[in-house]
């Protein structure tokens, strides 16, 4: 298995959009369940969203309606898009992969903790004005 890479964080106004990009390959893991998760400082990581084998995404409540998840099997790319940001979306963004099987309970948007699946190194995200 190879461990996902992040891009395309950075900094940007208010009202503001970014669009991260994680390359990984599903193929290559056992579950094809992928997601975002986000770790601002002082704070524990959590979940922003996730997208199952039936590419089906769950979105957490503090992102759902400004944030979109896709992934194009294809190019390999989970890409995440963020619209409407604000100050309260600052955080470290990490890509994870191979979280389990949905059928089995996993595949949730809550941070399952760094002992499943892979994770990348993050990807920065500051919202100032």
């Known amino acids: 298995q190879v461990q996902p890479v992040e891009s395309g964080g950075g900094s940007v106004q208010p009202g503001g959009s970014l669009k991260l990009s994680c390359a990984v390959d599903?193929?290559?893991?056992?579950?094809?369940?992928m997601g975002w998760f986000r770790q601002a400082p002082g704070k524990e990581r959590e979940g922003v969203a996730v997208?199952?084998?039936?590419?089906?995404?769950t979105y957490s409540d503090s992102v759902k309606g400004r944030f979109t998840l896709s992934i194009d099997n294809a190019k390999k790319t989970l890409s995440l898009q963020m619209n409407a940001l604000n100050p309260n979306d600052t955080a470290m963004y990490y890509c994870?992969?191979?979280?389990?099987?949905?059928?089995?309970?996993?595949?949730?948007?809550?941070?399952?903790?760094?002992?499943?699946?892979?994770w990348g190194q993050g990807t920065q995200v500051t919202v100032s004005s």
């Open positions: 994870a992969a191979d979280l389990g099987p949905a059928w089995l309970g996993f595949c949730k948007v809550q941070y399952p903790g760094r002992q499943i699946g892979y």
């Open positions: 599903r193929s290559t893991y056992s579950s094809d369940c």
């Open positions: 997208i199952d084998d039936s590419a089906v995404a």
